[in-house]
Structure formats: C-alpha cells, structure tokens
C-alpha cells in the first residue's frame, strides 16, 4: 500500500486593459456589436439628409441600446447603439414616418421632414398602461432598473442582430447564483460546459471542442496563455453588463475562431442615468465535507458633467471563496491470459485501485475600473482595466493499492499469498 499526501496550488491571473486613443466614433458608426448600418437602397433617390438622434425612457431617462429606428417606405432601417444614439443617412429630402421599436414598448412613430442638411431627433418612449376592467381604476406599476442590463435588453440585440447571438444579461445573471462567465452562459441554448470539482471551467458551443470559442472582452479578442482553450472560471460574472454569445462565424470576428464567440461587455458608468451603487452578497453550505461557500461584489458608478465634456466612472469588485471535499474510489482493470474462463481467451482483474480524498480551497477575486469621456455628442474616449485572480489550493491524500507487484512463485499444486505494507 502507498500513501501519497501532496499540495498542489494552481492560480491564474487574467490582467486586461483596453485604451483607445484619437479614435473618436462619429455619430455614423455602428455599435459595439458591430450591427451595419443602414445603407441606401439600389434604386433610392440621392441622399440629400440624414437624421440623428437618441432613443430613451421617458421619466428614467435610460438609454434603449438596440431599439430599430426605419423608414419603412424607403427600407431604411438602423440600431440604435450603447450610448443611446442612431443615425440614418442617405435620407432623400421631404416628410417622412419614422417607426421606433423595442420589446416591451409600443411602437413609436414621428414624422420628420428632410431637407439638405442634418435633422436631429430625440425620442422618449413610453409603456402603455391599462385599466382595471372590475373598477374602472387605473393601475400603475412602476420600477427602475437599468435598461442595458435588462432582458428586455438582451431580447432585443437577439432580435436586431445580423447573426446567431444568444445574450444575457446581469439582471438575470443576478437571479441565479453563478459566479462566472461559464456558469451564467451555461444556461443558454446550444452551450455546454466542461466542469472542474463540479464547476464549469470551459465553454462549447453546439458540441464543438472547447479551443474552438474565443473570448473577447467589449469586442477585443483575449488571448490565453494556457493555449487556445480559454479559461472561464477565473472571470467573475459580476464584471458583466450583458454576455453576448455569438454561435455562427462572422468575417468581423478574428482567424482563430471557429465555432463561436463569447463576448463580455462590461459596465460602463453611461448605462445608468446618475450615480449609482449596487451590492450582493451571498452564503452557502457544502454538505460534503462541512464547508462554506460565500461570495460578494460591489459596483460603483458616477457621472460628472464639465465644461470639457462629460465624464463617467465605474469601479466594481468582487470576492469568491468556496471549501470542498472531493472523495472517490477508482480502480483499474488489466486483460491477462492466465486463469481463462472456458472459451475466453482472457479475463480481466483487477490491477490497481485509489482511493481519493482532496480537500480544496477555491478563490476568486477581481478588480475593474472604467473611465469615459464624452467631449462632444457621438464622440467618445474610454479607458478600462480588469484584474481577475483564480487561486485552486488543493490537499490531496491518495491512496494507491498495487495488486499484481508481486506474482506468487511456489511449486505445481501449492498456494502462498503475498502482502506488501
């Protein structure tokens, strides 16, 4: 019988910044998702205007990132970006119907009249509210919440996205106790998980092998060191505004990916109307083992109008920690020719067997900090920083029973039994 007592400590470290520099996006360009816009239609008259503007919520005043703003007369059509603002060029002089739809909102429709230059156009939108049919009173239910981390939110990139995505987002993300990336997208459909102690680690779309997704961080691609295979314990979920899934290959999207995308867009401080605080915490019990489990996370946010522009600011941190017993038995089986069963050629003993106590210590923590800047409407300059640490310490007592090291040497027609200790 040996005995084998090891530690063994594995820890990871994602470090990510992204910083954009002189790149001012113009109230033409598409959104973070990379949605086109709209282009004028073979046979259109000559673009003579265009129109801009924002869409929001009336009262909260919350931008509604994916709202499809057309013209359904000249099939013209856009999306409406993170920042709350769409622009639809190549836009022929004269009236036209502009239709405003989002899920969960009725359509809204404005009449705008195009001339040769551009026409700005803000729009609010407002839910209907009905009656009560018993009374006759009215019903008002009122809540806040912010928009870019609502369903209603994710619903509607699903629904104006050129290609296969499946989105989530964190106030679903916050229904149910996932701790990381893997586990929260786990939920979606045509995604599987490969789980480590129990917990989802990698990420495969549609069955395809695991170094076939990539990970991108608000669209930049990630690099592993580990590999292709990308790590997806070690992000924390609540760095994640929404979690875009991206199952079909696009030619936006880099070399190496080839089944799908897992994008992370994290928070940013003007998805929220003003300042804004947000905390969660959570405990739990492991039955194996008698251990606790608990985890935290804080989000900061603010915005601060100068006469430079507006700034914004957002910081978020996070704390994981989980004990657990992992124990089992294994043996493995060897085919040999002798003591053969009648018409068996050979049969299989057993060879060695395990047993397996490992006690482990799983930690996670992060840090993230983000700061925009919006100098003029449809510009704008951010600056971003996510640290992210996952730490395995593991206590293994392996036991390993070696049944054949020693084959009994006695003459014909006697027996002996060997025991090593």
């Not at 729009?123 to 018993?134: H, I, L, R």
């Not at 990539?214 to 992000?235: H, M, Q, W």
């Not at 994981?320 to 053969?340: I, P």
Request: negative net charge; hydrophobic residues 35%.
């Amino acid at each position: 019988m040996k005995s084998n007592l090891s530690t063994r400590v594995r820890g990871r470290v994602l470090a990510h910044v992204l910083l954009t520099g002189c790149a001012l996006t113009s109230l033409t360009a598409t959104s973070a998702y990379a949605r086109p816009d709209a282009a004028t239609p073979v046979g259109a008259p000559r673009a003579l205007g265009s129109i801009t503007g924002t869409v929001s919520q009336a009262g909260s005043g919350d931008y509604l990132d994916g709202a499809s703003v057309s013209i359904p007369t000249l099939e013209l059509s856009t999306v409406v970006d993170r920042t709350g603002r769409f622009s639809l060029v190549g836009v022929p002089a004269g009236t036209h119907e502009l239709v405003i739809r989002y899920v969960g909102f009725p359509d809204a429709r404005r009449t705008v009249t195009v001339a040769d230059a551009a026409v700005t156009l803000d729009v609010a939108m407002t839910t209907e509210v009905g009656a009560n049919p018993g009374e006759g009173d009215e019903i008002v239910v009122s809540g806040s919440r912010p928009i870019a981390e609502s369903e209603a939110a994710a619903l509607q990139i699903q629904r104006t996205s050129p290609s296969l995505v499946s989105v989530i987002a964190s106030d679903s993300i916050g229904r149910l106790p996932d701790q990381n990336i893997a586990q929260a997208v786990s939920r979606l459909p045509g995604v599987g998980v490969q789980r480590d102690q129990g917990q989802a680690r990698y990420i495969t779309l549609r069955g395809a092998p695991i170094n076939w997704t990539t990970l991108s961080i608000d669209g930049i691609n990630v690099v592993s060191p580990e590999g292709r295979d990308a790590r997806f314990d070690s992000i924390p979920s609540a760095i994640a505004s929404q979690i875009i899934v991206r199952k079909a290959v696009t030619p936006d999207m880099t070399g190496e990916t080839i089944a799908g995308n897992v994008d992370i867009i994290t928070r940013s401080a003007f998805d929220y109307p003003g300042m804004k605080v947000q905390a969660k915490g959570g405990v739990g019990h492991v039955e194996l083992g008698k251990k606790t489990e608990y985890e935290g996370s804080l989000v900061i946010s603010d915005r601060i109008d100068t006469g430079i522009g507006e700034f914004g600011i957002v910081s978020s941190a996070s704390l994981y920690r989980r004990g657990m017993v992992t124990d089992n038995f294994e043996t493995d089986f060897e085919a040999v020719d002798r003591d053969r069963r009648p018409g068996f050629e050979t049969r299989n003993w057993a060879r060695e067997t395990e047993n397996k106590l490992y006690r482990l210590t799983r930690k996670n923590y992060s840090l993230s900090t983000r700061l925009d800047w919006r100098p003029a409407p449809g510009h704008k300059l951010f600056a971003e920083s996510i640290y992210s640490a996952f730490q395995d310490d593991e206590q293994r007592n392996n036991y390993i029973f070696d049944l054949d090291d020693q084959q009994s040497r006695t003459p014909n027609g006697t027996a002996a039994c060997t025991v090593n200790a």
